[in-house]
């Protein structure tokens, strides 16, 4: 009797090792987030700085930015909103990088010449964090947009900033 449960515990310890391993944790998974900055920065290749915006904590490798930026450039919805799509945040920045021309960089800047690049360290009007991504992106830009043109924003989504 000893050996059953024993190896019918191994086997659901087992199982849900595997089942856990397979599946994305919830906080990994991409949150839909939806802003609007103080001038047009679409295509310029953001940066997180620290919270007291001193220094750039992190920034795109160049294998994140495609030739012309198509693939991570934010998605324009109506009224000014972006849809991200890079993975900005409270605390990013924008640089004088366009993502073409970073793309194509001969290697990565180091942090100074980032901070050196800074247009405005406070660029963002507002930010919605709209929850997890779900759904194709046409559905879901429509929805944003519709969220946008009845002022539902704050009512759908958290606001950020």
């Not at 949150?31 to 997180?48: C, E, L, Q, S």
Request: glycine share 6%; net charge positive.
């Amino acid at each position: 009797m000893m050996k059953k449960i024993t190896g019918f515990s191994v086997a659901v310890l087992l199982l849900n090792t595997f089942v856990t391993a397979q599946t994305k944790p919830v906080s990994a998974l991409p949150h839909i987030i939806v802003y609007k900055t103080k001038k047009d920065y679409r295509n310029r290749v953001a940066v997180v700085l620290s919270t007291d915006k001193k220094q750039v904590e992190s920034y795109p490798d160049q294998s994140d930015i495609k030739t012309g930026g198509a693939g991570a450039l934010p998605v324009l919805l109506h009224k000014g909103y972006l849809l991200d799509r890079r993975g900005v945040g409270i605390n990013s920045a924008f640089t004088n990088y366009t993502y073409k021309e970073y793309s194509t960089l001969k290697e990565l800047p180091s942090p100074a010449e980032f901070m050196s690049r800074i247009t405005d360290k406070n660029p963002m009007v507002a930010m919605y964090d709209c929850g997890l991504k779900r759904g194709q992106d046409t559905a879901l830009v429509k929805q944003l947009n519709d969220w946008i043109d009845h002022r539902e924003l704050d009512k759908k989504c958290r606001r950020v900033k």
